[in-house]
């Protein structure tokens, strides 16, 4: 037997394949044809290779678990999403008007904080968090770059409008995932490929490299680019090596650099010590220097801000670009877009409210049960409620944290996040997801094709997190005129 | 190549080679004593003692029997050179440099490890313990195989070849020395009965006896067989053959001139002795002094490439 499309019901969400029961979306006519030609036998075996495939290429992700990190095959959907390329052309257009009001506010903060100034975002709420850098302050890195890779979730509502739930510019990760997805899709559909336009994404290793090297201080062809992890009890760890492997450079831990006299970084290698110009650090701010930041971390490199400070070093992304990358100061980017690009943004946030806020507070209170609360500098999904889906229990704990610290939280209704067919266990059904393009600016500015596509794979869930049940999917950007 | 991962791969080579060794060592300790008459002075308690143990061994154990003996060489956590901690050792530098290794590396050596985690205890009876034993050194020959065989000769290969010859001249000198050491427990009356089974029992335990045969052609005795395990240039387990290997090695590394000085003091040391004098307590000794100048390399090879820049208060923590 195989799929009848008809039995497929997105329920009111908006799917990203299929529009109603019986009816694909034009762009995906091609593939639900392809799929529906195989038999369920012959889809779970594809299912199957995949399995096999990244097993074998190792694609894994770490969790920590019962005292133990346990590397774990990572969890993959065969049957890809697809955007139709001129809708992305939009979005990615909206992502870098973004990613560009983002670094000029964060140089700004550093610099003259004229946007506090102009009190179009409050100065106690900027000064206060607990990512601004002091130390940062009248540092001006290469092309006003703060944060150089950023990773932006969106998600759709029920119309499937794109609405940008929160911007990553700390140290974002998944993007070895996007390009691993494809490269498995290509062994499980070949086929496929050969029958749509499908814009490629492996140009993201080269770009990056590029972004990279346009920040190196001393200007030489092939400037020494590292990759710096926290180590193999990262679960991040397969991406750091797997980003040095691809893009040949040195996959370093703390320990392996050293900062010299003369204020410059080095690597410790079997021929005597290299001057290194360019970290791509995987490390959190307050790790990166044991000098400056925690006195105690093992896991950085003493004397590395004092290097950057000099200018002798890029710090990709910069220390001090976490201060966008809170929750809170995520509801004013609109307005920074307005102030410092006088545009409209391309793509509007999701609509939030400030706990700090009295009026807004107390309607958050109220109505709990109906809004997701999240914590201002939390990542990976952790320390929010899911108001439809707490307990009485957990929302009173809410409350209570939240008076104790409004400034921490803000909450936003719930999602209805978009779905798309998915492979649960024997059969096909929606579940939802988000995506996470990633954005570069270096000397040039970068989008990739599409993104890392997250699902939840729990019937149901909105948690769209690897750590919390989540899987992913190959995510194709399709030329619709050439077809 | 970063020093910190250089380091690791040595390290990996020779955990692999000690946990080999060590097998090799047991294996063939339990067939000497077994040839030996009952009540012998010999027992099983010297091998902590030659393995660098003996402390720590009769601090936990109250039993120095073949039992208590084997469970701490194979599988006590605490002793770090147990044959199950080298290989925990080897999995965990192979598993940070997994980049710079091919493939099938990481998954041999993660295999013998899920091997040694779930093989029943060593310790339950002679036969598992036999068993357990040809299956840590086929493993490891494996690896030794298919390093050789299929990695490009780079500083990764470099690295994993100069510590397992390291490792293995060392091991050498320790199964020599349990002849030394056991020659010390027997009565004059004893020695003169067994001193050739003895030698035998050397060669043994290094796979040897068949290549001193066909090398050597002569009778076993002391001063041949000490010849051929120090000083023969073609037998892969003799000492010198792995101090020709490591210099192979080293000559296209840089700044390779402590490393040549320290093995050339050590070769020296070995040449001028007078094997057919040496035996008993002044074998022993003379084989602590060549572990000494092994100890000596070691430190050359890692000031030379793997404590690359680090300040005196880094070195001496």
């Known amino acids: ?483 | 190549m970063l020093s910190r991962v250089a380091e690791r791969i040595y390290w990996m080579g020779r955990y692999l080679e000690r946990a080999e060794n060590t097998a090799r060592l047991i294996n063939v300790y339990a067939n000497l004593i077994f040839d030996l008459p009952k009540g012998s002075p010999i027992n099983w308690d010297m091998l902590p003692s030659i393995m660098g143990g003996k402390k720590l061994f009769s601090e936990t154990y109250s039993n120095f029997d073949e039992k208590s003996v084997c469970k701490f060489l194979l599988i006590d956590a605490d002793f770090s050179g147990s044959v199950m901690n080298s290989v925990i050792y080897a999995r965990e530098n192979a598993r940070t440099t997994r980049e710079e290794l091919p493939n099938e590396a990481w998954e041999m050596i993660n295999e013998l490890y899920l091997f040694i985690q779930d093989a029943p205890s060593p310790t339950q009876s002679r036969n598992k313990r036999s068993l357990f034993l040809d299956e840590v050194i086929a493993r490891c020959q494996e690896f030794s195989g298919m390093t050789s065989g299929s990695m490009t000769r780079d500083d990764a290969y470099n690295f994993i070849k100069i510590g397992r010859e390291i490792e293995r001249a060392d091991m050498t000198t320790r199964i020599i020395d349990t002849g030394a050491t056991c020659a010390m427990e027997m009565s004059e009356e004893m020695y003169s009965t067994y001193e050739h089974s003895l030698w035998v029992y050397i060669l043994d335990a290094l796979g040897a006896e068949q290549m001193f045969r066909k090398i050597i052609r002569d009778r076993i005795d002391r001063k041949a067989v000490l010849e051929f395990l120090l000083l023969n240039r073609f037998y892969p387990r003799s000492v010198f053959y792995c101090l020709d290997g490591i210099e192979h090695e080293i000559q296209n590394l840089p700044g390779n001139h402590e490393v040549q000085r320290a093995m050339s003091h050590c070769k020296l040391h070995i040449k001028k002795a007078d094997l057919a004098t040496l035996e008993k307590m002044e074998l022993h000794d003379f084989l602590d002094a060549i572990q000494l100048n092994f100890n000596h390399i070691h430190q050359q090879i890692s000031d030379s490439w793997f404590q690359i820049g680090l300040t005196d208060q880094e070195q001496s923590a």
């Not at chain 1, 799929?3 to 969400?13: E, L, M």
């Not at chain 1, 029961?21 to 594809?46: C, D, F, M, V, W």
């Not at chain 1, 774990?72 to 009001?101: C, H, M, V, Y």
């Open chain 1, 1 to 483: 037997m195989s799929i009848n499309w008809k039995d497929y019901d997105p329920n009111g969400f908006y799917d990203e394949l299929i529009s109603s029961p019986g009816h694909p979306r034009k762009i995906a006519r091609t593939l639900t044809k392809y799929l529906q030609s195989l038999s369920q036998e012959e889809l779970l075996n594809r299912r199957e290779a995949a399995e096999i495939a990244i097993k074998a290429m190792g694609i894994t992700f770490t969790v920590y678990s019962e005292g133990k990190n346990i590397d774990r095959a990572w969890p993959f959907d065969i049957i890809p999403r697809i955007i139709p390329a001129n809708e992305w052309r939009k979005t990615s257009a909206g992502l870098a008007q973004r990613l560009t009001a983002l670094n000029l506010f964060i140089d700004d903060l550093y610099h003259d904080q004229k946007i506090l100034k102009d009190k179009v975002v409050p100065a106690e709420l900027v000064l206060k968090s607990k990512n601004y850098r002091p130390e940062c302050e009248g540092i001006s890195p290469a092309f006003g770059a703060w944060a150089q890779i950023c990773g932006t979730d969106l998600v759709r509502d029920e119309k499937g409008t794109f609405y940008v739930l929160e911007d990553n510019l700390r140290v974002p990760s998944g993007v070895s995932y996007m390009l691993e997805n494809r490269k498995v899709t290509k062994r499980v559909f070949p086929e496929l490929f050969e029958h749509h336009n499908i814009h490629p994404i492996g140009s993201y290793i080269d770009q990056l490299y590029k972004t990279l090297a346009s920040l190196s201080p001393r200007k030489l062809e092939f400037p020494e680019v590292v990759v710096l992890t926290p180590g193999i009890y990262n679960s991040a760890y397969f991406e750091h090596a797997f980003l040095a492997q691809q893009m040949g450079c040195e996959l370093v831990e703390g320990p392996d650099l050293v900062v010299g006299d003369d204020d410059c970084v080095y690597m410790r290698t079997i021929y005597g010590l290299k001057q290194v110009d360019v970290v791509y650090r995987r490390i959190d701010d307050l790790f990166l220097d044991p000098e400056v930041f925690n006195p105690d971390s093992v896991l950085g490199v003493p004397g590395l801000m004092r290097a950057w400070r000099k200018g002798n070093v890029a710090l990709a992304n910069a220390p001090g670009a976490g201060v966008a990358d809170d929750k809170v100061i995520y509801t004013y980017v609109p307005d920074m877009i307005k102030y410092y690009l006088d545009e409209d943004p391309l793509i509007p946030n999701v609509p939030s409210y400030l706990c700090m806020e009295k009026s807004q507070c107390d309607h958050v209170l109220a109505n709990l049960h109906k809004l997701v609360v999240k914590p201002a500098n939390e990542s990976g999904g952790y320390g929010m409620l899911i108001g439809p889906k707490s307990t009485k229990k957990e929302r009173e704990t809410f409350a209570q944290l939240i008076k104790k610290n409004p400034r921490n939280y803000m909450a936003q209704p719930t999602l209805s996040l978009s779905t798309s067919p998915t492979i649960c266990g024997n059969n096909i059904e929606p579940r939802h997801l988000d995506l996470r393009p990633f954005i570069l600016q270096g000397e040039d500015m970068y989008v990739t094709m599409g993104g890392l596509t997250r699902v939840a794979l729990r019937k149901g869930s909105l948690v769209v997190n690897s750590s919390q049940g989540g899987g992913s999917k190959d995510t194709w950007i399709i030329e619709t005129e050439a077809s």
